[in-house]
């Protein structure tokens, strides 16, 4: 199988820092996604990582580590509106295009 | 704009009849998918098109067609045959020459069987 692993829920403190991790089978990997999905809407796309280390875009920051299959997407400065479901994806090899496998969401609420 | 388009939002079904939902991307984008996600089970992938005129089953695609007749549009038919259709229906597509920007999504459709 392909199984995706992430916590279900987190509640953290407007302002603070929140990091959510996702776990993921290494064969055949060839690309991660973390999505943003408020709900009752659609995921929009925050972070790709393809090879190790960190990539960083304003306060959300995303991490990679192909040999250990984990990666973690930070979420500084936490406002109210981070508030939602972020998925995470992985795109494994299959044939000439591999397809995303989602991971079941982490469910963030952001507290005043 | 370029984007994606689902209609309709909301949809609602009698059991036993089929249903078609429509997607349509003008973001000259090859590749097009079908999405289930039902509350706590994340999104599961019905069916993926790479080609006009070719389409591949995903991991949920029993109950469900599809066609690819033009590059722009990928509709999905939920048939009768489907055991529990009520779901939110997402359809996305991708650049293939493109890795690192991932799916783009439409709005989702949220289908209720009555």
């Known amino acids: 199988g392909q199984n995706i692993d992430q916590p279900t829920e987190m509640t953290a403190t407007e302002g603070a820092i929140v990091q959510i991790n996702c776990t993921y089978q290494t064969s055949g990997f060839n690309g991660l996604f973390w999505y943003q999905q408020h709900a009752g809407e659609a995921p929009t796309f925050l972070s790709y990582?393809?090879?190790?280390g960190l990539e960083e875009k304003g306060r959300f920051s995303s991490f990679l580590s192909r040999s250990k299959g984990y990666s973690y997407l930070l979420l500084k400065e936490l406002q109210m509106k981070d508030s939602a479901s972020y998925l995470c994806a992985v795109r494994f090899s299959r044939g000439s295009q591999g397809n995303l496998i989602f991971g079941k969401g982490t469910k963030l609420s952001v507290k005043p | 704009d370029g984007g994606i388009t689902q209609s309709p939002k909301y949809l609602f079904r009698k059991e036993g009849q089929n249903v078609t939902l429509s997607c349509e991307q003008n973001?000259?984008?090859?590749?097009m998918y079908w999405y289930r996600q039902d509350p706590g089970q994340g999104l599961r992938l019905i069916y993926y098109s790479q080609i006009v005129n070719d389409f591949q089953k995903g991991d949920i695609a029993e109950g469900y067609s599809v066609s690819r007749e033009k590059k722009e549009s990928f509709p999905l038919t939920v048939t009768s045959a489907q055991k529990n259709p009520t779901a939110f229906y997402l359809c996305a597509s991708s650049n293939i020459g493109r890795a690192d920007t991932g799916a783009f999504f439409g709005q989702g459709t949220r289908l209720t069987v009555v």
């Open positions: 973001l000259n984008h090859d590749a």
């Open positions: 990582n393809v090879l190790d």
